[in-house]
């Protein structure tokens, strides 16, 4: 059974910064897309960046380019998500997906999700 487990949302001022965390069971990194995406209140769920076979590839949306970095630790099963430069405009649950196949920032293709952690940005 897969499971995800993300840890290390808070409150941060803008400029700040945030590391992510998603711990996996069940599944092994170099079979599958790991990635993060995020929902503000009242938005629609949005790709923030995928890693693909054990961090072969790494890919990001254009909003977070320059600011996040997705990695991945394969020996942990987990999975990274570091945010500097924060804006108010990040703040959202961020959510840990893996997707048993090629890389797609399509939410849906996504097989397994984590629960979600809180990002609250203050300007």
């Known amino acids: 059974q897969v499971q995800l487990v993300e840890s290390g949302g808070g409150l941060v001022q803008a400029g700040g910064s945030l590391r992510l965390s998603c711990a996996a069971s069940?599944?092994?990194?170099?079979?599958?897309?790991m990635a993060w995406f995020r929902q503000a209140p009242g938005k629609e769920r949005e790709f923030v960046a995928a890693?693909?076979?054990?961090?072969?590839?790494?890919y990001s949306a254009d909003s977070v380019k320059g600011r996040f970095t997705i990695s991945s630790d394969n020996a942990k099963n987990t999975l990274y998500l570091q945010m500097n430069s924060l804006k108010p405009e990040d703040t959202a649950v961020y959510y840990c997906?893996?997707?048993?196949?090629?890389?797609?920032?399509?939410?849906?293709?996504?097989?397994?999700w984590g629960q979600g952690t809180q990002v609250t940005v203050s300007s």
């Open positions: 997906a893996a997707r048993r196949g090629p890389y797609s920032s399509y939410h849906p293709r996504y097989n397994y």
């Open positions: 069940g599944l092994t990194f170099s079979s599958y897309t």
């Open positions: 890693v693909n076979w054990g961090g072969a590839n790494t």
